[in-house]
């Protein structure tokens, strides 16, 4: 069975960095794009990063420069380095695979605030 857990969010004030992990079970993640969002309160779910198979990347205007997703394969987890955080970073971001579309994991918590 598919299955993704998020998590290293947390408080973080502006300017401060933290990284996200996207732990794979039941499936290799490498074989599979990955995506990052985002949902912030009375917000859309937002696209934020993607990694391909190959580990190609794209990231949304709003983040490029800040954000890095990577991959480790042995340890089955994509990352989602988040550096120079603003306030309107703050959301709720959650990892997918096209391995299982409509799958949302249960997100981690990010919040940017001093």
């Known amino acids: 069975q598919v299955q993704l857990v998020e998590s290293g969010g947390g408080l973080v004030q502006p300017g401060g960095s933290l990284r996200l992990s996207c732990a794979g079970f039941?499936?290799?993640?490498?074989?599979?794009?990955t995506d990052w969002y985002r949902q912030a309160p009375g917000n859309k779910r937002e696209l934020v990063a993607q990694m391909t198979r190959a580990g190609a990347t794209n990231y949304a205007d709003s983040v490029k420069g800040r954000f890095t997703v990577s991959r480790d394969n042995p340890k089955n987890t994509v990352y989602l380095l988040m550096t120079n955080l603003k306030p309107e970073d703050t959301a709720v971001y959650y990892c997918?695979?096209?391995?299982?579309?409509?799958?949302w994991g249960q997100g981690t918590q990010v919040t940017v605030s001093s």
């Open positions: 997918t695979t096209e391995r299982a579309p409509g799958y």
């Open positions: 039941g499936f290799t993640l490498s074989s599979f794009a």
